[in-house]
């Protein structure tokens, strides 16, 4: 944000305008569970990605300020294209969409025509255009088993996800060599040392983690599941090894508990928040409001493209798709 437009917000009731101006532009603003405590607490709703799916997809708001990262943003614009749908920070992206361009990606996926494409949510809508079903990672799981046996998978682009997936599913999967950067900084001897000073506390991990941290999780979820898995726990004390914005929500609903984020590489760096939800602010999501830009487009072929897998996904997620016969659901996608 440049200087002049930062000393015109001076002064200014962030909250009351946002306020306002969501109520006259008929706006919902969701956030991720990555976003910092302020934008949470306005946020109408705060969820994991597919939460956050859904919700873009049954609200019947004009405006979608999404507080979240751009692949999120842009599956509420392909999910509601009629919809206004504004991002705070464009620049807010994510480390697995970078590691999987989309032209690289179809090459692959061309070069697998027996192969059934699950692809996680966190990549572009042009990768997610080459996809036959997208996943997230509190559907994954359930998507992978609905899956005929003898069906050959290739998972992109988050390999640690995809190991996780094929540990818990017994599955083989062609996997692509993507990393959440968020997920990677966790240090193992870093994460001995804190359970051995807090020998009681259970280790929650999300799945982007590589298997050198997941080896020492006593849960392994979602975000959404790790926040259940802290609040139900009769633990005191939980070690959360996902990015430690959540902890907000964990404290505000169980504050007698004592929530320690998972260590960075020496022990202290905030090497594990995530840079791109960074970006948002709520300066930032003031001004998209009060503009309605930076807005997400997604051309209208790109758009049913991207929505079909999508949609499958919702459909699976909710146990309503049954027939997932490869051959006649799954059409092979051509690598252009
Ligand atoms: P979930 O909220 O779906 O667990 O995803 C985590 C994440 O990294 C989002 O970018
Ligand atoms: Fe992407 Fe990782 Fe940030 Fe999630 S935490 S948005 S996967 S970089």
């Not at 909250?15 to 405590?37: D, M, S, V």
């Not at 959540?246 to 508990?257: L, T, V």
């Amino acid at each position: 944000m440049d200087a002049r437009l930062r000393d015109s917000l001076t002064g200014l009731d962030l909250k009351a305008e946002i306020n306002r101006l969501r109520r006259e532009k008929n706006a919902i603003i969701l956030a991720h569970y990555y976003q910092t405590p302020d934008l949470q607490d306005i946020a109408d709703f705060v969820g994991d990605s597919l939460e956050l799916s859904r919700k873009a997809a049954e609200t019947d708001a004009d405006v979608i300020a999404f507080c979240g990262v751009r692949f999120m943003a842009e599956v509420a614009k392909i999910l509601s294209p009629q919809k206004t749908v504004i991002l705070p920070d464009m620049d807010a992206g994510c480390s697995l969409e970078d590691s999987c361009p989309p032209d690289e990606f179809g090459r692959f996926r061309a070069a697998h025509p027996d192969h059934l494409s699950l692809t996680y949510i966190n990549c572009s809508a042009a990768v997610k255009a080459h996809s036959d079903i997208i996943v997230t990672s509190s559907s994954a799981e359930k998507i992978i088993n609905a899956l005929p046996k003898d069906q050959k998978i290739l998972f992109a682009p988050d390999k640690h996800l995809g190991a996780w997936l094929m540990k818990k599913t017994g599955r083989d999967m062609l996997l692509w060599d993507g990393t959440c950067i968020v997920h990677e900084a966790f240090s193992e001897t870093e994460l001995l040392k804190l359970k051995a000073l807090h020998p009681e506390a259970p280790v929650a991990a999300h799945p982007e983690c590589p298997a050198h941290i997941l080896d020492h999780a006593d849960m392994i979820g979602s975000t959404s599941a790790i926040l259940k898995f802290a609040l139900e726990s009769p633990s005191e004390t939980i070690i959360v090894a996902t990015e430690p914005h959540i902890i907000h929500q964990m404290e505000k609903s169980a504050p007698g508990k004592t929530f320690i984020g998972a260590p960075g590489a020496d022990g202290k760096c905030s090497c594990n928040m995530c840079p791109f939800m960074a970006l948002n602010t709520m300066e930032k999501l003031y001004v998209a409001l009060r503009d309605l830009e930076p807005r997400i487009e997604v051309p209208d072929d790109l758009r049913l493209r991207a929505l079909l897998p999508l949609n499958r996904m919702l459909a699976i997620a909710s146990g309503a798709a049954t027939d997932l016969t490869p051959a006649q659901t799954f059409p092979p996608v051509t690598g252009d």
